[in-house]
């Protein structure tokens, strides 16, 4: 559109060129003041044109900007109110999200869990297996399922079952890791299987949302 008006503006420029050129010829001047004005009169017309196609593309983008806008947070309240605990981490496992159920399973809060390695959750002792563990995903692909202990901030420790998704750039290196985490009881330790089938469909869901969102 901006090449269109600056076309648009290069040619009226000629005509009134063109139109200065004749009052220095053989026109006389009352027959050029109508010339002038018809000149004039065209001229606004296409620049009026020129200005309802901006006026429409603009509202155009507005309302897509709105759109995106809506979905975003339609998008933003479906992670932070999902029912399973839910992170966002770097590949080396360093938080960078977090949704209200992971830190009430870690007794803790969400801005207390950004910036820290996910490891530090997993007790003493079992860190070291459980980083090991987090850097393999590097090299694998798909959806990763496994079980551990991890240990809240205040609490004690417990069985997880954690599902993982690693989301890669254009050049297939490692971007994010998103998580989901699950407590394992013995009331629940039957259900793991069918637990893990549905955080292998969130996360996939997140997964193709995320092409369109930055997280």
Do not use: C
């Not at 008006?5 to 109508?34: F, K, T, V």
């Not at 999200?97 to 997993?122: D, H, P």
Request: hydrophobic share 40%; charged share 25%; proline share 3%.
């Amino acid at each position: 559109m901006k090449q269109l008006l600056s076309q648009q503006i290069q040619a009226m420029r000629q005509r009134m060129q063109l139109l200065y050129r004749s009052a220095n010829g053989e026109l006389h001047q009352q027959d050029l003041l109508p010339k002038a004005f018809e000149e004039l009169d065209y001229a606004l017309e296409e620049l009026q044109t020129v200005e309802m196609e901006v006026y429409q593309q603009h509202q155009q983008l507005l309302d897509a900007r709105e759109q995106l806008e809506a979905e975003r947070q339609a998008y933003q309240e479906l992670f932070e109110f999902a029912p399973v605990s839910y992170l966002i981490t770097s590949p080396d496992g360093t938080i960078r999200r977090a949704n209200q159920a992971a830190a009430t399973l870690f007794t803790t809060i969400e801005k207390f869990m950004i910036g820290r390695s996910l490891a530090l959750f997993v007790p003493e002792g079992e860190r070291r297996a459980f980083r090991d563990q987090t850097l393999r995903l590097r090299a694998l692909d798909g959806i990763q399922e496994w079980q551990t202990r991890m240990q809240p901030w205040d609490g004690p420790v417990f069985d997880a079952a954690i599902s993982v998704d690693i989301v890669r750039g254009k050049l297939g290196h490692p971007m994010t890791l998103r998580w989901i985490i699950k407590k394992i009881s013995w009331a629940t330790d039957q259900l793991v299987e069918l637990d893990g089938h549905n955080a292998e469909l969130v996360l996939r869901a997140h997964s193709k949302n995320g092409k369109k969102y930055s997280v």
